[in-house]
Structures are given as C-alpha cells and as structure tokens.
C-alpha cells in the first residue's frame, strides 16, 4: 500500500507540460508564424528536418481570387505537412508576374529583386536548421527558372538537399484523369482546385466561356496585356465548369501525388547518403 502512494506521489509530481511533451507525436502547428520559439527549438532538427515553402504570385484568375497562385501552393503544404513530416513556411505572395501584370489588382516583381530576395529566405531557413527545402510554386513563368536556379544554389553551397514543384504541371495526369481534357491559367483545373479550398473564392456568376483566350501555339502570335485572364492550354478545352464533387476529387488526388512524391525523393536522398 506505501509503495502504491508512493507511486501516485511521484506522477502527481511530474508537472502536466513535460507529461505533454513526452506524449506529443506532432508539434502543436506545422505553421512556421503560428509555433512558439521553445516549441519549434524542441522540433527542429531533430523530430523535424524538412520545411515546405508556398510561393506565389498576385494576378488576375478569371472568376478566382487573384491570391489563386498563394491560395493553392499554402493549402497544399499545409495538407500534406504531417505526411511528409515537414513544417509550413509563411508563403512568398509576391512573385514574377508577366503578362497579366496590368490587370487590377496584379503585383509584379522583377528578376533582379526576386532572386536575391528568395535566396535570402531560402537562407534563412538553412540557418533555422532544415535540411531538406521543398518549393511549392504555384506561379509559372519566369518564376520557375528563377526558382529552380536559386534552389540549386542553396543546395550547393550550404549542403542541404532542395526540390521545386510546379502543383499545376506536376498534376497534368491528373487533370486528364479527373477532368478528361487539359486545363489551363484559371482554367477548369486551376479554378477547381481553389474551388476545394474554399468555394467562396469563386464567383460563378461572373463567369462565361468569353473569358477565357486559348494560348497561342508555336509562338504564333503574342500580346501583352494577354487579352484574358484565363488562358487554355488547347483549344477547345479547359473551359470551366463547377463540379464540386470533382474538384474535390483533383484536390484529393493532386496532394496524395505530392505528398507521395516529396516523401519518395527524401528517401532516395537518405538512401543515397546525401
């Protein structure tokens, strides 16, 4: 009996917050803005090695939120951060806006300020102790070399291990499976995904199939501003059509793939001793 009151005494003792930590498998936020200094000191390097980063743009996207490019790339990490163990990056929301930069409402940053600015980030989170820095871009163009080029930088001189993704063309198979026909810039795919996130987004009554201008094949022709907002990768296809059930189908689908991914090359890098 003394030794059963002992031993109650003894847990009694042990105060709640460390009976928490021993307990906790998942930090109490994957979001980087949100998680408290201590915590994240107690997560990062040792239970936690991998950081996704949103990056994105501000644009016009047909009857989308001009944020679609943020929109996307955030809840993307943000749903797969537990599968692939990683935390969120606060999301780069001003990007390399090209032909849609006169539009209202379109932010544009050049080449020359972009590239020193995400590799100070990227720099950043190398010294917050990641090792592995996963890039999801929701924003095409430009954009992407600049980012596949400053990644690989990073990766380089600080010896850490990088990947960029494009969601949108990385999820072409998926488009054809879900949709059966290509997509495009706010197109029927793009426009579904941010319709999974939050349908509040979209605005279904603005839309008309008018809206949207088929890019122009083999270089053909070329105009700036582009004369839409929504851009078909093919003609004749890619028009929108609001189908919840399939947008929550290719949000499912599209993240599963990512998810999937991300935790395929980490393992190849672990097994390659990289």
Do not use: C
Request: net charge negative; aromatic share 10%.
């Amino acid at each position: 009996m003394k030794n059963l009151v002992y031993l109650l005494l003894v847990v009694i003792s042990i105060p709640v917050s460390a009976l928490a930590t021993e307990q906790a498998t998942d930090p109490s936020t994957r979001e980087m803005d949100r998680i408290n200094w201590m915590e994240f000191q107690e997560w990062i390097p040792n239970k936690i090695n991998t950081v996704l980063l949103p990056t994105g743009t501000l644009e016009p996207h047909g009857v989308a939120n001009n944020g679609a490019d943020n929109t996307a790339p955030f809840a993307i990490s943000t749903t797969i951060a537990k599968r692939t163990n990683a935390m969120v990056a606060p999301t780069l929301a001003y990007g390399m806006t090209g032909s849609l930069a006169a539009y209202p409402g379109a932010f544009k940053m050049s080449a020359e300020v972009y590239k020193p600015f995400v590799k100070e980030i990227l720099q950043g989170l190398v010294k917050n102790k990641f090792k592995n820095i996963i890039i999801i871009n929701g924003h095409g163009g430009g954009q992407t070399a600049v980012l596949k080029e400053v990644a690989a930088e990073i990766a380089n001189e600080h010896g850490v291990r990088t990947l960029v993704i494009n969601w949108w063309s990385f999820a072409a198979d998926i488009t054809q499976e879900v949709f059966n026909e290509n997509g495009g810039h706010a197109g029927w795919n793009e426009n579904a995904f941010i319709q999974a996130i939050d349908p509040s987004l979209i605005q279904q009554d603005r839309y008309n199939d008018d809206l949207a201008t088929p890019y122009p094949q083999n270089g053909s022709w070329s105009a700036t501003p582009f004369p839409s907002s929504i851009g078909l990768y093919q003609e004749g296809e890619g028009y929108i059509k609001f189908d919840q059930k399939k947008a929550d189908e290719y949000f499912t689908k599209v993240t599963d793939k990512m998810a999937s991914f991300i935790v395929e090359i980490k393992t190849k890098w672990d097994k390659a001793g990289l």
